[in-house]
């Protein structure tokens, strides 16, 4: 229902645009009232009405949903169709062209401000149209008729006027759109929550080169070397992908650790002639570590190398992937699996513990596999064992996956225990980009489906059994909702130091010069979305409003953000801890973490295409500073 209003809406706006245009040009034409310009302000006002009814109903969502349209958009349409409607005889104004043509001009600029988004170039695109038009309405003022030749003479002058501030306007918003080649994190707008923002610029503050964490002390130490080279990797169905891989394979290897450890990575970049990071999703590590290209690093050259150190602090499933064009590079395969396992806990010899890693080739529409394998594989369980899989989705877009064939327990999300979860008949979860879940049975005497959207694996006693398509499907699971409640360290009535809101807004535009739907915050793209700015120790709660047609997985780096309450509803099933939280279309969350870990923190949306286009900010703590840019101008291009 709400996609439906939604885009609706925008199918409304989008007829708008050319017909606010129509208007401006027959309101503004020779003859004064023209029955096109009626029949224009008609449409619009037809429209106006119908958008307004879409307001209405987008109430049922709430007031962030409504308000933006039922205070600004519709009543401009509104007023100026009306207007012109019910004074459209020449002459009733002297000069009346002046007050129509600015009729027109609302309407106008209204519909754009609305397609292009209320921001600066929307605004510098609005005011060209508008002096044009009340540039046009000057000539108008001598009403002498004017002869026949001079007539035409003056439609070709209005002709050439119009294209011109049509295209004027598309440069105006495209070049207002164009990133700037090299820019700091730390130099930008800033959002102190209701907090005071002070110091964040301040000298004697703290780079982020710093920020490595406490030393090893007694912890056993792991190391890994990763190389990122190319590799050309075959799918199950034979097709060959010319891959960018870890260690010539993708999913890269799986790294296994222990709670406690302490991991050493050495990443080795063998690419040719693009840089590479490498980042820790859902690792809560020193943000020295976290692999953001341009904001905690600089990319890695090629042939050169960097050393990762952090501390596995949880236990859980988590995955790595590049954080240098990040939307380029995990779509051609530089991911991995890291699975943190409990510190003591007894070897399960025999447990099956296995990560799933759902990916899809080529575009978003591409080829979706479990590893490589976009069929369905089979793996042989001895009855009676216990089994766990790790279900990691590294694409954008959610994916459903679904356990039939035994009673499941979903025991994790995103690398966080649930508490007490409850036996379930089978399993079908949403898993957002970015997330992860666990799921766990002990095998029967009976084939095990897993379905992910397309590709499955059937495990069975003797590994022959195809999937069990007559299944019955189960009944989605509600994380907000499932497992028992247990105390948190902070909840929903907890005094907030500092609060954000962050509107996603859905718009065609330009992003870097380019036309993109962007999906904005707070109306803005990075780099111009204001950091959020904390101090080390505040508790801050953040409600992220989806007022957008699409799934948005917000991902916090280096905290663990619980979740409060989804629609104004509370949760009441265990506490759910996520990293990456995906907001569906109409959602609002309300999420609440504890600044614990200084330093300069991307928060992003985890679809990797929307990121690219500009749905970035940064969570900041006072004090902290980073030498690091990105830009064109700078090897750094961390989306
Ligand atoms: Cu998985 Cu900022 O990324
Ligand atoms: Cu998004």
New binding site residues.
């Given amino acids: 229902m709400f996609l439906w209003v939604h885009y609706a809406d925008m199918v409304i706006a989008l007829v708008q645009l050319p017909v606010a245009v129509v208007a401006w040009w027959a309101a503004t034409g020779r003859r004064d009232p023209s029955r096109t310009s009626v029949a224009a302000f008609t449409v619009l006002l037809g429209t106006a009405v119908l958008r307004l009814a879409a307001g209405v109903v987008l109430l049922r969502w709430g007031w962030e949903f409504a308000g933006p349209r039922l205070v600004w958009v519709v009543p401009a349409l509104l007023v100026a169709a009306t207007t012109y409607l019910a004074w459209r005889r020449p002459g009733r104004w002297s000069g009346g062209a002046g007050a129509v043509a600015g009729a027109a001009g609302t309407v106008s600029v209204a519909a754009m401000a609305l397609l292009a988004g209320v921001g600066p170039a929307a605004a510098a695109g609005g005011a060209i149209i508008a002096a044009s038009m009340l540039g046009y309405a000057y000539r108008r003022l001598p009403r002498r008729p004017a002869p026949a030749r001079a007539g035409r003479w003056r439609a070709a002058v209005r002709a050439a006027a119009g294209v011109a501030s049509v295209a004027a306007a598309t440069v105006a918003l495209s070049t207002a759109s164009a990133l700037p080649a090299r820019s700091s994190m730390t130099g930008g707008a800033v959002d102190d929550g209701g907090g005071t923002a002070a110091g964040h610029r301040h000298p004697g503050g703290i780079s982020v080169t710093e920020l490595t964490g406490a030393d090893s002390g007694d912890a056993t130490v792991r190391r890994f070397t990763l190389t990122a080279q190319e590799a050309t990797v075959r799918l199950d169905s034979g097709a060959r992908v010319a891959a960018w891989t870890f260690d010539g394979v993708t999913p890269g290897p799986q790294l296994v650790v222990r709670h406690g450890d302490l991991v050493e990575v050495t990443l080795v970049n063998r690419l040719p002639g693009v840089g590479v990071t490498v980042?820790w999703?859902?690792v809560d590590v020193p943000n020295a570590m976290?692999g953001?290209a341009g904001v905690t690093q600089d990319a890695v050259a090629p042939g050169a190398s960097f050393v990762y150190r952090f501390r596995a602090s949880r236990a859980g499933t988590y995955?790595y992937?590049s954080?240098e064009m990040?939307s380029v590079q995990?779509r051609r395969g530089l991911f991995g699996a890291l699975v943190v396992l409990p510190r003591d806990a007894p070897a399960q010899q025999d447990a099956v513990d296995e990560t799933v890693l759902r990916h899809t080739w080529g575009d978003e529409d591409g080829v979706a596999t479990l590893g490589l394998a976009a069929g369905v594989q089979r793996r042989s369980v001895p009855v009676g064992r216990p089994v766990r899989l790790r279900l990691v989705n590294t694409d954008g877009k959610p994916a459903t996956f679904a356990v039939t064939g035994a009673p499941v327990r979903v025991v994790a999300i995103d690398g966080t225990d649930v508490h007490e979860p409850g036996v379930l008949p089978g399993a079908r979860i949403l898993v957002g980009g970015?997330a992860r879940y666990d799921v766990e049975f002990t095998m029967p005497d009976a084939p095990v489906t897993l379905r992910a959207d397309g590709p499955g694996i059937v495990y069975s006693p003797r590994g022959d059994a195809g999937p069990d398509r007559a299944a019955p499907e189960p009944a989605l699971l509600d994380p907000a909702r499932y497992g028992a409640r247990t105390a948190t360290p902070f909840a929903a009535d907890s005094r907030f130091d500092r609060r954000f809101v962050l509107r996603v807004d859905e718009r065609l535009g330009f992003y870097d010069g380019r036309p993109a739907v962007r999906y904005t915050l707070n109306g803005a793209s990075f780099p111009d979305v204001p950091m959020l700015m904390v101090a080390g120790g505040d508790l801050v709660e953040v409600t992220y409003v989806n007022r957008s047609g699409q799934h948005h997985p917000m991902?916090l780096?280096g905290h663990h953000m619980l979740v409060l309450s989804r629609d104004g509803r509370a949760t009441t099933g265990s506490p759910w801890w996520v990293d990456?939280l995906d907001v569906g279309p109409g959602e609002t969350y309300r999420v609440a973490f504890r600044a614990d870990n200084p330093g300069l923190w991307?928060d992003?949306c985890?679809d990797?295409e929307h990121?690219a286009n500009g749905m970035?900010l940064h969570l900041g703590y006072t004090g902290v500073t980073s030498p690091f840019l990105t830009g064109s101008g700078t090897p750094n291009h961390?989306e």
Avoid: Q, Y
Wanted: hydrophobic share 35%; charged share 5%; no cysteine.
């Fill in positions: 980042h999703h859902g976290d953001v995955w992937h954080h990040s995990v970015g991902h780096h990456t991307m992003h985890h990797l990121a970035i961390p």
